[in-house]
């Protein structure tokens, strides 16, 4: 749409969003925080490749980082009002999965 000229003359860009609890036609805003931030963080965690004869003498990474990803989702659950705008996302890239040691 760009490169077709939708564009074109445009001074700005608005985002809004919608909140039921205001009446039809307003705009509000608030003290503190109103936009989005970006944050980012790297985390390692390591496992130890097994055997399906010996899972006990493995150390599971998949498992481990399926936990730290829930447990980073129940922090806005749990900790802050669910009426207050919040999220958090977790995305990346994995470079070596391997069940080879």
Known sequence: MIKEGALEGVG???GMHVDYQ?????????????NAVVCFFEAKIEGKSGNAASPHL??????ATSF?????QQLISREDDP???????????????SSFP
Request: charged residues 5%; proline residues 7%; glycine residues 12%.
């Open 22 to 34: 205001l009446p039809t036609g307003s705009i509000s805003s608030h003290p503190g925080p109103t």
């Open 58 to 63: 493995s150390v599971d990474s998949v498992v």
């Open 83 to 97: 009426h207050h705008s919040q999220g958090v996302y977790q995305g990346g890239r994995q470079f070596i999965l």
């Open 12 to 14: 700005a860009i608005f």
């Open 68 to 72: 730290a990803i829930l447990a980073m």
